[in-house]
T-cell receptor
Framework: SAVISQKPSRDICQRGTSLTIQCQVD?????MFWYRQQPGQSLTLIAT?????????ESGFVIDKFPISRPNLTFSTLTVSNMSPEDSSIYLC???????????FGSGTRLTVV | AQKITQTQPGMFVQEKEAVTLDCTYD???????LFWYKQPSSGEMIFLIY??????QNATEGRYSLNFQKARKSANLVISASQLGDSAMYFC???????????????FGKGTHLIIQP
């Protein structure tokens, strides 16, 4: 199974600023997925990042607000731009390691916007 | 319409009892996958069990089993001999071939908060 290092684990940010979240995987993976978990809620898929192409965003999420980079097969970043208190959530990255059935998740980034 | 429905927001179960967490799903695809995850208060997502739509046998992983009833579009998680450490949020999730424009991402239910009492 893959190991994902997600940074930062938590942050408190001022409204109007941006935060970049990093995910590093210890093996090469084709797809990386980014999710948001709002307080007390379930996980919602933000976008799918494939190396070498633009990320595919789910309905309700746009690239200007959540730009994603995927420079290689082991790394991706998600930026939360021009933050407002409504962006306060846990953000998680996820991958499907080769030969494994389950999706592996990073430990999450707890973001609080004040 | 919700794709994954978990009708039990919270459950209290006595330690050592078996517990069933309900999950129904909605899809028109023939090929899909169903997953259960555990999320303790620490926030990590722990993969428990997987059932493919073409799998004829119910999946089992240790104390976890998945009661898959395809015609009813039901994929209930059964935990045998519950333990205090089983207290957590449990999420049912589905992978469709192309959900919402993305490839292979998971759609999650709202979750069930399970509390095991001594």
């Amino acid at each position: 199974s893959a190991v994902i290092s997600q940074k930062p684990s938590r942050d408190i940010c001022q409204r109007g600023t941006s935060l970049t979240i990093q995910c590093q995987v210890d093996s090469q993976v084709t797809m990386m997925f980014w999710y948001r978990q709002q307080p007390g809620q379930s996980l919602t898929l933000i976008a799918t990042a494939n190396q070498g192409s633009e990320a595919t965003y789910e309905s309700g999420f746009v690239i200007d607000k959540f730009p994603i980079s995927r420079p290689n097969l082991t790394f991706s970043t998600l930026t939360v731009s021009n933050m407002s208190p409504e962006d306060s959530s846990i953000y998680l990255c996820s991958v499907v390691p080769q030969g494994v059935l389950g999706y592996t998740f990073g430990s999450g980034t707890r973001l609080t916007v004040v | 319409a919700q794709k994954i429905t978990q009708t039990q927001p919270g459950m209290f179960v006595q330690e050592k009892e078996a517990v069933t967490l309900d999950c129904t799903y909605d899809t028109s695809d023939q090929s899909y996958g169903l997953f259960w995850y555990k999320q303790p208060s620490s926030g990590e997502m722990i993969f428990l069990i997987y059932q493919g739509s073409y799998d004829e046998q119910n999946a089992t992983e240790g104390r976890y089993s998945l009661n898959f009833q395809k015609a009813r579009k039901s994929a209930n998680l059964v935990i045998s001999a519950s333990q205090l450490g089983d207290s957590a949020m449990y999420f049912c999730a589905m992978r469709e071939p192309y959900s919402g424009g993305g490839a292979d991402g998971l759609t999650f239910g709202k979750g069930t908060h399970l509390i095991i009492q001594p």
